[in-house]
């Protein structure tokens, strides 16, 4: 069992800048590929950013891409999401997701075998 703690969200004006952290639990964080994802009202659960177990592997969704980066400190079992020139369409609930079987590229919800409880990121139109 993994237990994930996602931190950071709130409220910030378009042009802006936010990161957002994920505290993981348990002794094997850097055996994981770990995800971000996230949920705009009314729409599905969408994948924006990815990162292999070491770090040195990364992959995004075209819609964040050159202004989300995903970064890892496995010394600390916490994962990160720098988010810069955001939009109103990035508001939504973030998620942070584990894949116990490790590998790169996974995009899609049922890759991730564990969720946190989301954060809130809002920018307002």
């Known amino acids: 069992q993994v237990q994930l703690v996602e931190s950071g969200g709130g409220l910030v004006q378009a042009g802006g800048s936010l990161r957002l952290s994920c505290a993981a639990s348990g002794r094997t964080f850097s055996t994981y590929t770990m995800g971000w994802f996230r949920q705009a009202p009314g729409r599905e659960r969408e994948f924006a950013a990815g990162?292999?177990?070491?770090?040195?592997?990364?992959w995004y969704a075209d819609s964040v891409k050159g202004r989300f980066t995903i970064s890892r400190d496995n010394a600390k079992n916490t994962l990160y999401l720098q988010m810069n020139s955001l939009t109103p369409e990035d508001t939504a609930v973030y998620y942070c997701?584990?894949?116990?079987?490790?590998?790169?590229?996974?995009?899609?919800?049922?890759?991730?075998?564990?969720w946190g409880q989301g954060t809130q990121v809002t920018v307002p139109s």
């Open positions: 997701a584990v894949r116990i079987n490790a590998g790169q590229r996974y995009s899609r919800i049922y890759d991730y075998d564990y």
């Open positions: 990162i292999s177990r070491a770090g040195g592997i990364t």
